[in-house]
Nanobody, 115 residues
Framework: QVQLVESGGGLVQPGESLRLSCAAS????????IGWYRQAPGKQRELVAS???????NYADSVKGRFTLARDDAKNLLFLQMNSLKPEDAGVYYC?????????WGQGNQVTVSS
């Protein structure tokens, strides 16, 4: 059973940064794609960023230039570096991965952006 465990969320002020981590129970390379979704209160879950073998990193228009994916293959970690955070970036962030047509989700991690 694949497990994805997120960490790194919290409360920040607008303009500040956070880094989310997703610890996978298997090699990051085995997932295609792997990435991050978020869900704000009253809104649908949306794709923030993903990493696939075919097209590499992919970002939602709303986060391009501010968010960056990175990974530590030795530790099976996927990171989402979030800079210049805005109040509209707030929500629960979920790590998501696809393996052999099976989809897996982490438990979610709260990000709050407020002054």
């Amino acid at each position: 059973q694949v497990q994805l465990v997120e960490s790194g969320g919290g409360l920040v002020q607008p303009g500040e940064s956070l880094r989310l981590s997703c610890a996978a129970s298997g090699s990051i390379f085995s997932f295609n794609p792997i990435g991050w979704y978020r869900q704000a209160p009253g809104k649908q879950r949306e794709l923030v960023a993903s990493l696939s073998r075919d097209i590499g990193p992919n970002y939602a228009d709303s986060v391009k230039g501010r968010f960056t994916l990175a990974r530590d293959d030795a530790k099976n970690l996927l990171f989402l570096q979030m800079n210049s955070l805005k109040p509209e970036d707030a929500g629960v962030y979920y790590c998501n991965a696809l393996l052999l047509e099976m989809e897996f989700w982490g438990q979610g991690n709260q990000v709050t952006v407020s002054s």
